[in-house]
């Protein structure tokens, strides 16, 4: 989004002056600091709304998550008992068997919707210098933020059997990004998805397909297994 123009900037054009680049640079400054500060605010508030939620509303939200976290755990005692579950095996091609595959299939459709962590409004600078995105869409990101359009979240990825350079593209709207998969989970920041859910695609496969858990809360769960060109919808639901 472009950053329009003071009305003394149009003044000085209409007069044949110019500004000298360091006022023009500083007026840009000020304007980006002051969409930030208004994203701050407006994260703020919505923190504030959000706390005063009804506890039963939080109540089942934990219980959702304890069930799928239950079933994870048959499906994996179960996958275990089938030839055992191999995570964060040696560097190498992944090997997944077809119990496992099934298992992850199992508990990817038992899954309540995973929660999506809303960053707090301290962090959003942060954020958005993690996010290392290109001038305009960060501007227009930060005009999002403080005009209450989105809210900024994020969610982890781990690859949970060889570290292999497994790779995916993770989508929430217009926005997109790429996340090869480690060991040590690895926190994407991204604007809250307007359809509620999180798109992911397998773009390189570093060999025996590409194997990938979120975070949700403290239960990871286990994306199916995907090969490459393979897409997941993530239903989500945004928590502080």
């Known amino acids: 989004m472009a950053v329009s123009d003071s009305t003394d900037d149009m003044r000085a054009a209409q007069s044949g002056q110019t500004q000298p680049a360091s006022q023009t640079s500083a007026a840009a400054e000020s304007q980006r600091q002051q969409r930030l500060r208004l994203a701050v605010a407006q994260e703020s508030r919505r923190d504030s709304e959000a706390a005063a939620l009804p506890s039963a509303h939080q109540a089942r939200f934990v219980a959702s998550r304890t069930s799928v976290a239950w079933v994870a755990a048959v499906c994996v005692a ?56 290109p001038a305009e869409q960060e501007r227009q990101l930060e005009d ?75 239960v990871p769960v286990n994306l199916p297994f995907m090969n490459v060109g393979q897409a997941v919808g993530i239903p989500t639901v945004a928590m502080p």
């Open 78 to 133: 179960l996958a275990t008992a089938a030839g055992g579950l191999l995570l964060y095996g040696r560097s190498g091609a992944d090997h997944v068997s077809d119990s496992d595959k099934a298992a992850w299939a199992a508990a990817w459709a038992a899954a309540e919707p995973t929660r999506l962590h809303i960053v707090p409004p301290s962090e959003i600078p942060e954020a958005l210098a993690a996010m290392a995105l």
């Open 144 to 218: 999002d933020l403080a005009g209450g359009v989105t809210r900024l979240v994020w969610l982890s990825f781990t690859d949970v059997v060889a570290q292999d350079g497994d790779r995916v593209r993770v989508e929430s709207g217009p926005y997109a990004t790429e996340v090869t998969a480690l060991h040590e989970s690895t926190r994407v920041y991204l604007p809250e998805p307007p359809t509620g859910v999180v798109n992911v695609t397998g773009i390189h496969d570093g060999g025996g397909g590409i194997t990938i858990a979120i975070t949700s809360g403290e």
